[in-house]
């Protein structure tokens, strides 16, 4: 496709219960981040995929969350268990390669409610 | 963890003037770029400097990185209505090419 697209933009989801988040990036991007925002304030490093390496997850709040990669394409994101401080909005990224270090292109992000 | 802080958080202005906003960060960096968030959504990438660069100009808009007080500045000249939004920086660490961290943004509205 012609950008990063993000599926669902909305997500309303009752406490205890799954989410998965998907990102599918612009074709050819070998990396891919997930990133979480909530409202007014800053975007909070999750994941990183680069190619075929191992992703960081150093960013991952806790076990709850995971995320997978298939190849350079399409990532989920699953939140398990969700809790109200959940909430937030999910914004992926890819580029085109992360070194030196290129302009990443954004989803429009999943906005998620835990009620 | 973040990796900059952009200062102001907030910038109100009027149409016409000139919009500068700081980000600092803590760790070497290969390179510093800048994006702009409408509506709390996605981000537009819109310049990125490398660390052995000083200035860097796009449009309407100038960059400058001091990698020794490790900070940047964003300038954005002649500002229209249409530049109200979340401005954030966003670094690759030197030792670490993988991430890319943002700032804490500086939300900028510009009055017609």
């Known amino acids: 496709g012609a950008g990063v697209s993000q599926s669902p933009s909305n997500k309303v989801t009752e406490k205890g219960k799954d989410v998965e988040l998907r990102c599918d990036p612009i074709s050819g991007h070998t990396a891919l981040y997930w990133y979480r925002q909530r409202l007014g304030q800053g975007l909070e490093f999750l994941i990183y995929f680069q190619g075929n390496s191992a992703p960081d997850k150093s960013g991952l709040p806790s076990d709850r969350f995971s995320a997978e990669r298939t190849g350079e394409s399409v990532s989920t994101l699953t939140i398990q268990r969700t809790q109200q401080e959940d909430s937030a909005v999910y914004l992926c990224a890819s580029s085109l390669t992360s070194s030196p270090g290129h302009g990443a292109f954004f989803g429009q992000g999943t906005r998620l409610t835990v009620v | 963890s973040q990796q900059g802080e952009e200062d102001p958080q907030a910038l109100s202005i009027q149409e016409g003037e000139n919009a500068t906003m700081n980000c600092s960060y803590k760790?070497?960096?290969?390179?510093l770029q800048w994006y702009r968030q409408n509506s709390g959504r996605g981000l537009v990438h819109l310049i990125l400097i490398r660390s052995n660069e000083r200035e860097k100009h796009s449009g309407r808009l100038r960059v400058t990185l001091d990698t020794s007080k490790k900070s940047s500045s964003l300038l954005i000249t002649a500002s229209r209505a249409a530049d109200t939004a979340s401005y954030f920086c966003a670094t690759v660490p030197y030792r670490n090419t993988d991430k890319l961290i943002f700032g804490t943004g500086t939300r900028l509205q510009v009055f017609p």
């Open positions: 760790t070497s960096i290969n390179n």
